[in-house]
């Protein structure tokens, strides 16, 4: 019996409402609008609640911080009631302020690091008092939180015990998403600068091409 395994798949760092609706037509299950000041792919409180008010039923919306304060968090939270879930890349903050709302725990790894040391990390995101409906798992890079287009080390992702449903990010491409999956078998795949024209310029053809690999068949 041939089964097909649905990978769901997450667009980050959507800048605009028309990249948000090519990323939709696509087939994309969420979207990611990033509230880090200082990356390419930064928006707006106003340019992201006029993309969530726009965005159809049944496509999740996540709010990725970096270092987030959370005077930052709470503006989100007050201005756009359509996000579904919060991402947390670098310090997470005292997450009573979500009221209740799911959030993304990450673990930025790279392959300089032991297989005991990155499940150690990971056993610490996922025992937090609140913790995160599912994991991240990203390319470490130095002064960057995500989008670096690096490739992670997939041989020791794939040897993690993981105790929640989890994302791989991390230098992924409609050319070696197929690979990555049949490496590591995540629930989810994110993707921003894989499926850019140039930097925070989505390319529809890309997001397209990538979406359609994301759907891995098992026998």
Known sequence: VNIIKRVRVKICGLKTVNDAFAAVDAG???????????????????????????LPPFISVVAVFANANQS??????????????????????????????????TLSIDDSMSLDF????????????????????????KGMFGGTGIPGPWELISKLKFHHPWILAGGLTPLNLAK??????????????GVENTLGEKCPIKMLDFITNAVCKFS
Do not use: M
């Not at 299950?29 to 609640?49: E, K, M, Q, V």
């Not at 990155?118 to 599912?134: A, R």
């Open 28 to 54: 994309c299950d969420a979207i990611g609008l990033n509230f880090f000041p200082d990356s390419i792919r930064y928006i707006s409180t106003d340019i992201a609640l006029e993309i969530a008010n726009n």
């Open 180 to 193: 990555a999956i049949s490496a590591t078998n995540p629930y989810c795949v994110d993707v921003a600068s």
């Open 118 to 141: 990155v499940q150690k990390k990971l056993e610490s995101i996922s025992n937090q008092k609140i913790p995160p409906s599912i994991i991240l798992v990203d390319t470490k890079s």
């Open 72 to 105: 930052q968090i709470e503006e989100v939270l007050n201005t756009i009631p359509r996000i579904d879930y919060y991402q947390f890349h670098g310090s997470v903050p005292e997450l009573d302020i979500l009221k209740n709302k799911p959030w993304i725990g």
